[in-house]
Nanobody, 115 residues
Framework: QVQLVESGGGLVQPGGSLRLSCAAS????????MGWYRQAPGKQRELVAT???????NYADSVKGRFTISRDNAKNTVYLQMNSLKPEDTAVYYC?????????WGQGTQVTVSS
């Protein structure tokens, strides 16, 4: 069974930075892609960034130039570096891993951007 555990969320002021981590149980090589999604109160879950097993990254327009997704295969971990944070980035951030059979989700980590 795949387990994804997110960490790194918290309260940060506008303009600040956070780095989220998603640690997977076992090797992440088995995942076609891994990604970060977020869900703000009253809104649908939306894609933030994804990275394929080959290292290709994709970003939502709203975070391009501010967020960077990366993966450390040796640590079975995917990261999301978030810079220049805005209040509208406030949401629960979820990690997702994709295999040929199904998707797996983490439990989420809260990010709050507020002064």
């Amino acid at each position: 069974q795949v387990q994804l555990v997110e960490s790194g969320g918290g309260l940060v002021q506008p303009g600040g930075s956070l780095r989220l981590s998603c640690a997977a149980s076992g090797s992440i090589f088995r995942f076609h892609a891994m990604g970060w999604y977020r869900q703000a109160p009253g809104k649908q879950r939306e894609l933030v960034a994804t990275v394929t097993s080959g290292g290709s990254a994709n970003y939502a327009d709203s975070v391009k130039g501010r967020f960077t997704i990366s993966r450390d295969n040796a640590k079975n971990t995917v990261y999301l570096q978030m810079n220049s944070l805005k209040p509208e980035d406030t949401a629960v951030y979820y990690c997702k891993a994709t295999t040929v059979m199904r998707d797996y989700w983490g439990q989420g980590t809260q990010v709050t951007v507020s002064s």
